[in-house]
């Protein structure tokens, strides 16, 4: 049998299978019918090593699949099945639980049911543990099941059961396949030669243009840089609009730049790729492959430091269809890091940065195990561009935000001339300011402000924000009540961290009021403060220590913590760290309750009570 039969023979007898696959992996038709498509053009092109007989892959669906899945969910546009309108209802209903799944669930339960994985395969395709994998697949049949109301062992036959819609796709003969992966394999040859032909050039070997460097000038093909391995997939390789924006690999970082992120180190480019393989998720906090999934393109760089502290950083780029795409792209980044809720990790500050593009954020995080761990986060957009880069550096202090800043303006530069802005950068500035909403409740504390608590763990965990008709902030000194006192707007929050084996009054809770006017703020703080100076005097068994105030004329703020300690017992002593905030005619009171050996510094808390005045800026100051 001839290669090309070999091939026509592979195509023909999985191309149904995998149509199906892809469709029930996006619920995008139209998407998964030129996703799969185009992998197997990809499949085509590189048959010398896809091929069974005498290639490097031991299962070429194994090759395709990835790339098809990828494709699809970088092109379908539409909510699972709004885009297939003669869908039956159970086929609506099979890609409704479909679309309810995580992508990491949903990926294991198509591998598992319909692809036939065993489990070990199946996490070694999607890049997690097997452990991991074992879990995404019994959460994701238990939430499919549940969403169908049917038996887990009807799983599969209702994934099948799309097979009737998938059959719809119009694919082409094997024949045309293998022509346009001909026609791919040419202009890679092309494009060989013009990278070829422009180091001759450059080298002064030549005085004139070949055809060859016309005829890749006339394609506008992207020509990676020297220094960074290709980009896998169509960004590499596919002819664009001149007029469009794209993105080069010499248009990234390099590892001289990414050195302002560890000075006095030696860095290296890892890999440059667009972000297609795997699970797509290259840095921390990041949910989802792509901030803007109906993107035109993507890049991203991974580098690491040599020696110590240990360094590695992580450049993203994205672009979008049009700057109102490319600004949600922004938002949607910044939301990641901005709302981050993982154990221990903490939002420590943040930075606007000026004269760089349209907008430009940068934040400090840190997880606090040991090593302590600490993530400068940089974020801009330029036109309908979005670039990110992410540093960590364990064990040792981040570098500056001064350079943190200057390295973002290195990356806009680079940038710049494809993202089709005018002007990108000028002299950048940096500033502290209240960090980014966190997508949780406008106005008071969320998960990423909370401080570490001794050696817990596990995540603190908030209740749903509601109005303040009991304080649970009050202690038996200040007995604040927010309503009685005159404020128009009340909410109330609790954080606490349930899997911890902690005792029942351990807890974290803020209470906020909105005043009719700053005079009323400042007279309700007036009088808490009061009660606080002499609740010694009238409760005989609580102390009073540690008492810290400041105030902040220019900005409308002043703020003052306590810690109490109230004598239950002989034995027995029950300790507070209480807090009060007010920024203008808002005021915060926030108090925590430790357990044991699981405290947070005083400083640490203090930290935490301005964070609550800065949560109170985000409040609007019409209700309406």
């Known amino acids: 049998m001839s290669r090309e039969e070999r091939f026509d023979s592979f195509y023909r007898s999985t191309r149904r299978d995998l149509v199906l696959q892809t469709f029930a992996l996006t619920g995008d038709l139209r998407a998964a019918q030129g996703a799969v498509r185009d992998a197997y053009v990809a499949a085509w092109h590189h048959w010398r090593k896809v091929d069974p007989r005498g290639g490097d892959v031991a299962d070429a669906s194994a090759w395709v699949r990835p790339r098809a899945w990828a494709l699809a969910q970088r092109r379908h546009t539409a909510r699972l099945f709004r885009r297939n309108r003669d869908l039956s209802e159970q086929d609506g209903a099979t890609l409704e639980a479909l679309a309810a799944l995580s992508l990491p669930q949903r990926r294991m339960l198509l591998l598992a049911q319909l692809v036939g994985l065993p489990l070990t395969e199946a996490a070694r395709e999607t890049g997690v543990p097997r452990d991991t994998a074992e879990r995404q697949l019994q959460q994701a049949t238990a939430n499919f099941s549940v969403a169908l109301n049917a038996d887990s062992a009807a799983v599969r036959a209702r994934l099948l059961g799309l097979s009737g819609a998938a059959e719809r796709a119009s694919l082409p003969r094997a024949s045309i396949v293998r022509r346009a992966g001909t026609k791919r394999r040419r202009a890679h040859t092309v494009l060989a030669a013009a990278a070829a032909t422009v180091v001759a050039v450059a080298s002064g070997a030549f005085a004139y243009q070949p055809d060859s460097v016309q005829a890749a000038t006339d394609l506008n093909l992207v020509v990676p840089s020297d220094d960074a391995p290709a980009p896998a997939g169509p960004l590499a390789t596919a002819p664009v609009d001149a007029a469009e924006p794209q993105v080069t690999g010499d248009q990234l970082l390099d590892a001289d730049q990414i050195s302002r992120l560890g000075a006095g180190q030696d860095w ?357």
């Not at 593009?357 to 995080?365: I, K, P, R, T, Y």
């Not at 002007?423 to 300011?433: E, K, L, R, W």
């Not at 909105?514 to 609580?542: G, I």
């Open 268 to 624: 290296r480019v890892e890999a440059t790729h667009d972000n297609t393989a795997g699970d797509g998720i290259n840095t921390i906090c990041q949910q989802a492959r792509f901030a803007d999934p109906d993107g035109r393109a993507a890049l991203v760089r991974e580098f690491q430091a040599e020696g110590t502290p240990r360094r590695s950083a992580v450049q993203t780029v994205e672009v979008s269809d049009s700057e109102a795409q490319a600004a949600k792209a922004f938002a949607t980044t910044v939301q990641w890091y901005a709302g981050c809720q993982l154990a221990r990790l903490q939002l420590l500050k943040a930075y606007r940065v000026d004269h760089i593009g349209d907008q430009a954020h940068v934040l400090v995080l840190r997880v606090w195990d040991r090593p302590v761990t600490t993530y400068t986060v940089a974020v801009a957009r330029i036109g309908q561009v979005t670039t990110s880069t992410v540093g960590r550096t364990v064990g040792a202090p981040a570098p500056p935000p001064s350079e943190v800043a200057q390295s973002l303006d290195d990356a806009v530069s680079m940038l710049c001339a494809r993202s089709g802005a005018d002007s990108c950068s000028a002299h950048p500035s940096y500033a502290a300011v209240p960090p980014p909403p966190s997508g949780e409740e406008p106005g008071i504390l969320a998960v990423v402000d909370l401080p570490p608590v001794g050696r817990v763990d596990q995540p603190w965990v908030g209740t749903e924000a509601g109005p303040a008709r009991d304080n649970p902030s009050a202690t038996t000194c200040d007995r604040a009540d927010f309503s009685a006192a005159g404020a128009e707007r009340t909410r109330t929050r609790t954080f606490l961290i349930p899997e911890a084996n902690l005792p029942d009054r351990f807890g974290l809770s803020e209470t906020y009021g909105v005043f009719p006017s700053a005079k009323r703020a400042e007279r309700f703080v007036r009088t808490l403060r009061h009660r606080m100076d002499s609740c010694e005097n009238r409760k005989l068994a609580t102390h009073v220590l540690h008492a810290r105030s400041d105030t902040d004329r220019k900005h409308a703020t002043e703020w003052s913590t306590w810690v109490l300690r109230t004598e239950v017992t002989d034995r027995e002593t029950v300790t507070f760290r209480m807090g009060l905030v007010r920024v203008g005619d808002r005021v915060a009171q926030v108090t925590f309750a430790p357990a044991p050996h699981q405290d947070m510094t005083g400083q640490r808390f203090r930290n935490l009570v301005q964070r609550a005045g800065d949560r109170l800026r985000e409040l609007p100051d019409d209700p309406g």
